[in-house]
């Protein structure tokens, strides 16, 4: 081999070395970025666990509770999550609250759900906002006081800035409005009942279409449900739920009386509808507001 072909021979090695290590980079550097981004997201829960919970001792959840999330959102401003209760019809101490705790939201604490004696389960799902790739977390509070927590990592972004409507007129002007039915459950005859309240949920964080202003937050931050007397449902929730928020909950078949719903935002403004008991998740109303 003359000194010219060895030295071709030599770029060639080269040159098929260079590309491997480039392919290598190509293939490798995004599951590291994704290994570094979740490490940052458990470093921010680390965070989070120590202003909420300090002290605590919060165990494995996953024989407590589940969370349904997808790992990759199609709507970031509409994340549909279901939270299961496990221990629903055991002899297990109940679950009586839940925290939402979506770690790279502007206000991760997103929501709290107390249930009462009205409550069939703690069984929930409602629609939220991710505004970057997070970890989803849900802690439940057993009758015990003990704490459990189980965690999904979505991938979504700008779900909290994303734009409002077209038509924010109309969208203030049907403000409170509610609707509650039944929907079926899965294959079998299981039902929850769905609770729909019309709120445009502005974030602060959204602009404007049309003005390309920005406009200031205005979302609902409480919602208590009742069965007669009887709690159901006592929640506090920040911008993280999606606009016209939405919750599906179970109530015990032998809870009587009329199904209450009081809506609060963080403009004072508050809204409250009746169903009779037989029409309870049949009939539709504006609702009222105060």
Known sequence: MTARSAACARWQRQLAMGFMVVLAAVFTLPAEADVQRRDQDEAAWKSLRAEHFPDR??????????????????????????????????????????????????????????????????????????????????????????????????????????????????????????????????????????????????TGLQMDQLTRLVEPAHFVDAITIRKGDALVLDSQMTFSLSANPSLQFNVRDDARGALSVHVHDNKDQQFKQTWPDKQAGLSQSNGTSS
């Not at 929501?111 to 009205?118: E, M, N, Q």
Request: hydrophobic share 40%; with cysteine.
């Open 57 to 202: 001792s919060i165990a494995d959840g996953e024989d407590v509770i589940t969370l349904d999330a997808p790992y990759r959102a199609e709507d970031p401003s509409v994340v549909p999550i279901t939270i299961t209760d496990e221990r629903a019809g055991t002899n297990a101490p109940p679950i009586r609250r839940l925290w939402l705790v979506i770690d790279n939201n502007p206000v991760p604490m997103s929501a709290r759900f107390d249930f009462g004696p009205a409550a069939e389960s703690a069984t929930l799902a409602t629609r939220v906002r991710v505004n970057s790739y997070t970890y989803m977390r849900v802690i439940a509070e057993t009758a015990d006081q003990k704490l459990y927590m189980v965690k999904k990592y979505v991938k979504a972004s700008g779900g909290c800035s994303a734009p409002i409507g077209r038509d924010l007129d109309a969208a203030r002007e049907n403000m409170g409005q509610m609707r509650l039915r039944q929907i079926r459950v899965g294959e079998g005859d299981d039902r929850r009942t769905q609770l729909m309240i019309r709120h445009p949920n502005i």
